[in-house]
């Protein structure tokens, strides 16, 4: 695999698991990228390190990590049944820093957002938010708090959302949303956020007609932008749609995937800081909170400029779908 992890096909989907069925949401996701790609699934469990201690210790910890692997063992039982070849780790240590370990060869992690922790545990130092400041690969992010997600969303040509500003940092999530479009047989939606002008000075009689103007010249702009980027991400038979709304960023994201009925909203994210909200970006984290569709989250490695605006897609692309020119 390649220093940016851009694989070509899914080929391992890492899920990690507590024994929860909060956790477990995970699963369906999985299985239906499992069964479209032919991808094989890694269940991980993690278990305390044993502590030096007497035998009832050693007892103790020995009955964990069988109970672990016995529940594992009954997962991957209703995986394979349904076709899917599925494996099986029980490990030892520190959550996150094991299964992202675990997963340096995989090409997707699919994890709830909070399993046995509670819903706050995920904005304050979570499994789910430790995996994703250490892994390389995308990380799918399901919301454990939503009960009945829609999972057939995913299998019936399913949309994908790809939030972006014009910066070459956000455009590092096209190519692994278009694998995702192309495995799953959907299509992406490439959405862009508008603000709407303000005035500061000028006469009362003036402002209708110059906010008007103003907010008619950036809509063109971020049209323009995104019909570019569809054309360079054009191939196998479809081409993306564009989507330009006004408002802030997570308002228009949030809009964006109810009308078009998003599966998965695809996006870049920072990949460090020691919150939550600076771990993902401001952005990406408001659209977790708010938002009902998993969220795939992207980590460029070192090719794309968070600063840097462009009007074209990433220069990296996959096979059949990929940018031109």
Do not use: C
Not at 75 to 82: F, L, N, V, Y
Not at 139 to 144: D, E, P, S, T, Y
């Amino acid at each position: 695999m390649s220093n940016t992890h851009e694989p070509t096909t899914l080929r391992r989907i890492v899920v990690p698991l507590d024994g929860s069925e909060l956790a477990e949401q995970a699963l369906p996701y999985a299985q239906v990228l499992a069964e479209r790609s032919g991808a094989e699934i890694l269940l991980v469990r993690v278990v305390p390190a044993e502590w030096p201690g007497g035998p009832a210790e050693a007892r103790e910890h020995l009955l964990e990590v069988q109970e672990a692997r016995s529940y594992l063992g009954e997962i991957a039982g209703r995986i394979e049944a349904r076709g899917v070849r599925a494996l099986r780790s029980v490990l030892q240590g520190v959550p996150a820093a094991r299964i992202a370990a675990e997963a340096q060869d995989a090409d997707l992690i699919v994890m709830t957002t909070h399993g046995r922790s509670g819903v706050f545990r995920f904005l304050y130092g979570s499994v789910a938010e430790g995996v994703l400041a250490r892994a390389k690969m995308p990380v799918m992010l399901v919301r454990a708090w939503i009960h009945n997600p829609d999972v057939d969303k995913l299998d019936q040509a399913p949309v994908l959302l790809v939030p972006l500003d014009g910066s070459a940092f956000a455009e590092a999530a096209i190519p692994f949303a278009a694998l995702l479009a192309d495995t799953l047989g959907g299509e992406m939606v490439l959405v862009r956020a508008v603000y709407p002008p303000t005035l500061t000075l000028a006469n009362e009689w003036m402002a209708t007609s110059y906010l008007q103007e103003e907010l008619e010249v950036r809509e063109e702009g971020a049209r323009s932008y995104l019909e570019a980027v569809a054309r360079r991400w054009s191939g196998g038979g479809r081409r993306p749609r564009t989507y330009v709304g006004v408002g802030a960023p997570v308002e228009v994201i949030d809009d964006a995937a109810r009308e078009v009925g998003a599966a998965l909203v695809v996006m870049a994210t920072h990949g460090r800081g020691a919150t939550t909200r600076l771990l993902l970006g401001s952005v990406a984290h408001s659209v977790l909170l708010r938002g009902t569709a998993p969220l795939v989250l992207i980590r460029p490695m070192g090719g794309a400029g968070e600063g840097a605006s462009t009007g074209s897609a990433a220069a990296v692309g996959e096979e059949g779908r990929h940018p031109k020119g």
